[in-house]
């Protein structure tokens, strides 16, 4: 079989007498002189990295947990054919651990004055903005001996969005709605409910509800149906402090929260209310406010994607006055943060009362699962040590709780998985109660 490349050249080298590779510079010369020779050729031959063109196209944004595709498009300007390997480096979170090197590395062949495409995927870890690092290009000759080798900035972002995992209860949520908003015969009445059509009064109405002026005129006794009032304003609180990178399963506290926000903003803004956002530790991490229905949720998502926790205590009183700020009128302030008793009653209850005098306050906490899961724990020494500690903590959950519930605040608490869902069950309540 015939040898090529830089395989024929070293079986030629290694063929030469033995008398040549003796010590003397008559060898050496006689040996390198043709290697470094085709060693220069090769490196000749190679086509040059800097000359190169690189542009990027391809995705600009994903959700967590999906891939992105950015495409790059090399040209080559030379009149060498480019034979080379290039590695397009992104942060380390756009892979999932072990994958960087399988879809961060290309080989590719490019003729002279052509171009070709190589594309990267990305499966993001984190949320957030991926920012392109470099390119960098080898560049061999035909015979594999010599390289050149540079690096190219092209500038590409990728920003990774909050997953919306909670995106499968809105259904049913929907559903729940469509009740209450009268397309299905409920009768609910209370302070945020207006007057919406007159029908016979069938048993068990409220006798409350009878409209007796609407009975005088007709044979039957008829009475009102209300449904909930539209356009309220709903603030959810994003509570950005050390409390909320705390990790519960694979993830923090915050993303939990997040997803349950942009549940109730769906859900809300189905309802015909008007959802805004604000994000705060000790100062503003993020605020959206006045975007229609229909902008509402790409709003949010593109706001959260960037929001990451602080390792700081929140700032509780600052916190209330940019709330009280975005919330002029009676709103549904819904703040997500945690129920630990310090944070809470140093910070929170004391100022509490600026927000409840005006506003209907819910206050969601993300639990965690693996504290239920200790408390169930028997059978030896530790399993009962564990049990007994978990069972403090969620002693000292729910009195944190009670105190809430006992300044007129409705405390979700709930696991990652349930906080969304009973979250979205809670403003539904509200609305039957016509507490909104």
């Known amino acids: ?34 290697l470094a020779l085709a060693c220069a050729c090769d490196f000749a031959l190679a086509a040059p990295v ?16 999906e891939p992105a595709d950015v495409t790059l498009t090399i ?23 072990g994958t960087e090197v399988e879809s961060s590395r290309h080989r590719l062949t490019v003729p002279p004055g052509e171009r070709r495409r190589v594309t990267t995927r990305l499966r993001p870890i984190r949320r957030g903005d991926h920012r392109a690092d470099r390119v960098t290009i080898r560049s061999y000759g035909p015979l594999g001996l010599l390289t050149r080798q540079g690096t190219h900035k092209v500038p590409w972002t990728v920003r990774v969005l909050p997953p919306f995992t909670s995106r499968k209860h809105l259904p049913s949520k929907l ?8 397309r299905t015969s409920v009768l609910t009445r209370g302070e945020g409910t207006e007057f919406d059509s007159l029908r016979e009064y069938v048993p068990g109405d409220d006798t409350r ?16 149906t209300w449904r909930p009032e539209r356009d309220r304003h709903i603030l959810l609180a994003l509570d950005t402090g050390r409390t909320s990178a705390g990790r519960v399963g694979d993830a923090p506290r915050l993303d939990a929260s997040m997803d349950a926000a942009l549940l109730l903003a769906a859900l ?31 709003s949010l998502v593109n706001a959260m994607a960037t929001v990451e926790p602080e390792l700081l205590e929140t700032d509780a009183r600052g916190l209330t006055a940019t709330a009280l700020r975005a919330a002029p009128r009676h709103a549904l302030i819904v703040l997500f ?25 819910l206050v969601a906490s993300v639990a965690d699962p693996y504290v239920a899961r200790m408390a169930k724990a028997r059978g030896n020494t530790d399993a009962v040590y564990e049990a007994a500690a978990a069972a403090q903590a969620q002693s000292e959950r729910h009195r944190t709780a009670d105190q809430l519930r006992r300044h007129g605040v409705t405390v979700v608490d709930a696991t990652p998985e349930e906080l969304a869902p009973a979250l979205a069950d809670a403003y539904l309540a509200l609305k039957t109660a016509g507490r909104l």
């Open 209 to 224: 509800s009878i409209d007796w002026r609407a009975t005088a005129r007709q044979s039957s006794v008829a009475v009102r």
């Open 337 to 361: 943060t945690s129920l630990d008793a310090a944070p809470i009653e140093e910070g929170l209850l004391p100022v509490l009362s600026q927000l409840t005098q005006r506003h209907t306050v």
């Open 75 to 97: 040209t080559n300007p030379s009149n060498r054919p480019l034979r080379a390997q290039l590695r397009d480096a992104w942060p380390p979170s756009s892979w999932a651990p």
């Open 1 to 34: 079989m015939a040898l090529t490349g830089r395989t024929a050249l070293l079986a030629a080298l290694g063929s030469l007498p033995v008398g040549i590779w003796e010590p003397s510079w008559t060898g050496i010369l006689a040996v390198n002189a043709p």
């Open 50 to 65: 800097r000359r190169l063109g690189l542009t990027r196209s391809g995705d600009t944004s994903a959700r967590l947990g």
């Open 175 to 182: 559903a729940r709605l469509r009740e209450l908003d009268g």
């Open 268 to 298: 809300a803004s189905r309802a015909g209310d008007r959802v805004d956002l604000l994000a705060y530790d000790r100062r503003v991490r993020a605020l959206v406010q006045g975007h229609s229905a229909g902008d509402v949720l790409p």
